[in-house]
């Protein structure tokens, strides 16, 4: 029988199962100090074993099965921010910015996608693997973003997630990276589905996120000299190594991408707009990889120049 003190401060309520969870690993990975962990290397290993599944039963081999990969490793980048997010009960080092900017170009890669197939993986992961992948991280972008807001948003640092704090509020910043990025897309994109709509979608969603990781790199470098939570440099990590495998693709297609006249002027500015992703985190990958060398907190110094 349920008696009126079970829910006392001695007796609290239960937590739900993902905290719950979240909060047995939090013992195991060294949240504050930043520290690579065992579990960390196992929970890599463990997404590159289920990538060899993935590639096996949902993919044909073809070549184009690396934007599934890609976008599996966008996923696995969000899944591992909730997580920290839910088993640190903390907001701190993330960017709302960023992730603001990541709602915008998963919603529209996916109005994309649903609408034309000009864009999707070649192989049978296009059918509907890529699609419920997409999906996914817009769920985690969406989840960490109401983690950051509302349920941990006293740990949420405001005073450094300053990108684009020039003449408007604080809070309407990351529209210096939306705006350019749409008006450019309007003006340049291919035209492999010959739909104004779906193709600019598309190309507006792939030049925004080749910025939308620069207000959390700028976020860092305000706390520079301080480390970087382990579970938000792999998730900033496993952003960039997405980028670097999509590119991988689209340095050999390319050339098929062309704008409605034939001219494949655009399929450079593509690829250009994908050097540019990986050209800003240049700096943090170097910095992550010699943490993880040398078995310590990842640190950068104040004169990094992460953007």
């Given amino acids: ?38 579990a960390m290397i196992v929970a890599w290993a463990g997404f590159f074993t289920l990538s060899m599944f993935v590639y096996a039963l949902a993919s044909d081999g073809d070549f ?27 907001g701190s080092s ?8 990541y709602v915008v170009v998963f919603t529209f890669r996916i109005i994309s996608i649903m609408r034309h197939e000009g864009y999707l993986p070649y192989d049978r992961s296009g059918d509907w693997f890529y699609h419920i992948v997409e999906f996914s991280s817009l769920g985690g972008v969406a989840l960490a973003i109401y983690l950051l807001k509302f349920k941990y948003g006293a740990t949420y640092s405001e005073d450094k997630d300053v990108f684009g704090n020039f003449h408007i509020p ?40 080749s910025l939308a990781i620069a207000p959390q790199l700028f976020m ?17 990590a496993a952003l960039g190594f997405a980028r670097i495998i999509e590119m991988a693709f689209w340095l050999w ?9 034939g001219s494949k002027l655009v399929g450079y500015v593509v690829l250009i707009a994908q050097f540019v992703h990986v050209a800003i985190m240049g700096d943090f990958f ?3 990889l010699a943490s993880l060398r040398k078995g310590a907190p990842m640190v950068l110094p104040s004169q990094a120049g992460l953007v």
């Fill in 64 to 90: 184009s099965f690396l934007l599934t990969y890609a976008a599996c490793c966008r996923s696995f980048g969000f899944f591992l921010l909730c997580f920290r997010m839910f088993g640190a009960k903390s």
């Fill in 286 to 288: 170097y910095f992550y």
């Fill in 253 to 261: 297609s390319f050339h098929e991408l062309t704008d409605a006249s």
């Fill in 220 to 236: 860092f470098t305000k706390q520079a000299e301080a480390p970087i939570e382990v579970l938000v440099a792999h998730c900033v």
């Fill in 1 to 38: 029988m349920h008696r009126d003190d079970d829910l006392s401060p001695a007796n609290p309520k239960p937590k739900n199962p993902i905290e719950k969870y979240a909060g047995m690993v939090s013992k195991m990975i060294p949240y504050r100090s930043a520290r690579p962990s065992a």
């Fill in 170 to 209: 604080s809070e309407f910043g990351v529209v210096y990276i939306i705006v350019p990025c749409f008006l450019l897309a309007c003006l340049m994109h291919p035209n492999l589905n010959k739909d104004f709509l779906s193709d600019m979608s598309w190309t507006f969603s792939m030049y925004l996120e």
């Fill in 94 to 101: 993330v960017s709302l910015k960023t992730l603001e900017a």
